[in-house]
């Protein structure tokens, strides 16, 4: 299993970025995929999942903020953030998600940086 995720940098708040996550080494159409981050100083928060019919789920902090979609003939999960805010700023990282009552992963990319500031 191997996920690289690409898209992060350095944001005003306000604007946007598109994390990208590209899967190889499993079947990636028949698992849900999920974003997490880890923000310092506070650990790993789930942020967003998205089951294989394309149900897609976020933490509160992101609602209306954050859109999740994958591209199944692609191999690809994709986390379109707008409206940034300087409290997401962390690392975000792909992984498999395994489920969601309580939110847990199986495999994991390497992250992703997203700096959000003035």
């Known amino acids: 299993v191997q996920l690289v995720e690409s898209g992060g940098g350095l944001v005003q708040p306000g604007g946007s970025l598109r994390l990208s996550c590209n899967a190889s080494?499993?079947?990636?159409?028949?698992?849900?995929m999920g974003w997490a981050r880890r923000i310092p100083l506070k650990g790993i928060e789930w942020v967003s999942g998205?089951?294989?019919?394309?149900?897609?789920y976020y933490t509160n902090s992101v609602k209306g903020r954050f859109t999740i979609s994958r591209d199944n003939a692609k191999n690809t999960v994709f986390l379109q953030m707008n409206n940034l805010k300087p409290e997401d700023t962390a690392l975000y990282y792909c992984?498999?998600?395994?489920?969601?009552?309580?939110?847990?992963?199986?495999?994991w990319g390497q992250g992703t940086q997203v700096i959000v500031s003035s």
């Open positions: 992984a498999t998600l395994l489920g969601l009552a309580p939110p847990r992963f199986g495999s």
């Open positions: 080494g499993f079947a990636f159409r028949d698992y849900a």
């Open positions: 998205i089951y294989t019919d394309g149900t897609d």
